[in-house]
């Protein structure tokens, strides 16, 4: 099983709102990620997790603030957006960092409207 | 840097109609290629990989080969189906930094019946 799910499926938010999205997997992989994909671009890397730590933050506003509470759950909190952060959210995973050969899985995604 | 160029699309069939979508890539060292699938409104599948030149891979009637002396990794199929209607994404891992796939732009697949 190669499955990641993320929920909401679609999330609509004022710019004062805070929401967060949720991703999980159970292929007991100890890398976990965030990407930002718009409309016709490919998915952009924000944010990685190796064994629930944070090492790589690519330069991402402060308004997304991502938390890995174990090893199968990462989380996305959301405050403050912008209409310009509206975009699908996709979560992956993969075996672990260390690898040269590791795949990353990834979920469905979640569609996010920012009014 | 690592990159990866795609063909421009949209890429337009006919179904039954044979498939190439043109992939090359620039890397130091030898990275892992993938090919990745999106269907609309969908995040993204793995639809196939190789780890090292001359590999080749394959899923669903899909195939890609990894070469080395051209640096490439065009994506083929015999015969497309309406359903394989997607944007497909090539992509090579970063060995200078594992965490990340580089990707490409996306080529978008229209297959008409």
């Known amino acids: 099983d190669t499955e990641v799910t993320q929920t909401p499926k679609h999330l609509v938010m004022g710019m004062t709102n805070k929401k967060s999205l949720k991703c999980e997997q159970h292929?007991?992989?100890?890398?976990m990620y965030w990407y930002k994909q718009k409309a016709k671009k490919p998915p952009e890397l924000m944010f990685v997790?190796?064994?629930?730590?944070?090492?790589i933050n690519e330069s991402v506003p402060s308004r997304f603030s991502p938390e890995c509470p174990n090893s199968s759950l990462l989380n996305l909190h959301l405050h403050a957006l912008q209409p310009e952060d509206s975009a699908l959210y996709l979560c992956?995973?993969?075996?672990?960092?260390?690898?040269?050969?590791?795949?990353?899985?990834f979920g469905p995604g979640t569609r996010l409207t920012v009014l | 840097g690592n990159s990866v160029t795609q063909m421009e699309g949209p890429v337009t069939l006919s179904e039954e109609a044979f498939l190439t979508i043109n992939c090359t890539y620039t890397?130091?060292?030898?990275?892992?290629l993938f090919w990745y699938v999106q269907y609309p409104g969908e995040g993204l599948q793995l639809l196939l990989k190789?780890?090292?030149?001359?590999d080749k891979g394959s899923n669903k009637g899909f195939e890609a080969t990894y070469r080395k002396e051209t640096t490439s990794f065009h994506l083929e199929k015999g015969s497309v189906q309406v359903s394989d209607s997607a944007v497909y994404f090539c992509?090579?891992?970063?060995?200078?930094?594992?965490?990340?796939?580089?990707f490409g732009t996306g080529t978008r697949l229209q297959v008409f019946p």
């Open positions: 997790y190796s064994y629930e730590k944070l090492s």
């Open positions: 190789a780890t090292k030149a001359d």
């Open positions: 992956a995973s993969s075996q672990d960092r260390t690898g040269l050969t590791d795949t990353q899985y």
């Open positions: 992509a090579l891992s970063d060995l200078g930094n594992t965490d990340k796939l580089i």
């Open positions: 890397a130091t060292g030898y990275p892992s």
């Open positions: 292929m007991g992989h100890r890398a």
